[in-house]
């Protein structure tokens, strides 16, 4: 993956499992065994997506599988909690679905998955029809870029474009993720924005800026 911002279609599972909206509790839950997934789409016609199950969605069948049969009849007319007695996928799934763009940046999918409190997003297209999953573990995928390619986007994206002559070399370094940006520069208004930029390249775990402002090219304008 080179060049910021990347999008869910760099990072997302383009062999998505799914469900239709007629399986089986039972295989649904074999389904997320066997893929190790934690969520499924929930697919109608030709792929579009209708909702999503997930384990949260299963779990209320164990949680009131001790419950007497008078109290669970009675908590099965709350529709909240009447997952506990569904069967199918129909009755168990969460709709609308919360899906994504392939175009979207990955930050606008880890905002999704916050404000939804969901771990995994259906990618879908114009139509509504499946094309991929990206969990939060895809949106992590940018950390492993290596510290070489995050040195060179940061030069060629930040440092060229926003310090064209500086006063000495700006020198870029980064380990572990961390950028550390080190010289002197005539603009000192725009080291805050050479900051902003660093810490927006896709992989950055942290910036440590130690450029410091050339005082008499100031002093003269």
């Known amino acids: 993956m080179a060049g910021s911002p990347h999008r869910v279609n760099d990072v997302m599972t383009r062999a998505a499992v799914a469900v239709g909206r007629k399986a089986l509790f039972k295989d649904i839950v074999e389904r997320m065994e066997q893929w190790q997934v934690s969520a499924l789409p929930v697919l109608e016609g030709d792929g579009r997506v209708i909702g999503v199950v997930s384990e949260a969605d299963l779990l209320p069948k164990e949680e009131f599988r001790d419950d007497d049969p008078d109290r669970f009849t009675q908590l099965r007319r709350l529709s909240a909690l009447a997952k506990a007695g569904a069967v199918t996928a129909d009755e168990l799934m969460s709709t609308p679905a919360v899906t994504v763009h392939a175009d979207a940046t990955l930050t606008e999918a880890a905002r999704i998955m916050a404000l939804r409190h969901v771990k995994r997003l259906p990618v879908v297209n114009s139509e509504g029809l499946l094309e991929g999953v990206v969990s939060r573990g895809d949106l992590l995928k940018v950390f492993l870029r290596p510290d070489n390619d995050l040195a060179d986007e940061i030069r060629r994206d930040v440092v060229d474009v926003l310090f064209p002559a500086p006063v000495e070399p700006v020198h870029v370094m980064v ?13 000192a208004d725009r080291i805050p924005l050479a900051v902003r930029m660093a810490r927006g390249v896709e992989g950055v775990v942290a910036v440590d800026c130690r450029l410091t402002a050339d005082d008499d090219t100031n002093a003269e304008d």
């Open 175 to 187: 380990t572990e993720g961390v950028a550390t940006l080190t010289g002197r520069v005539r603009e």
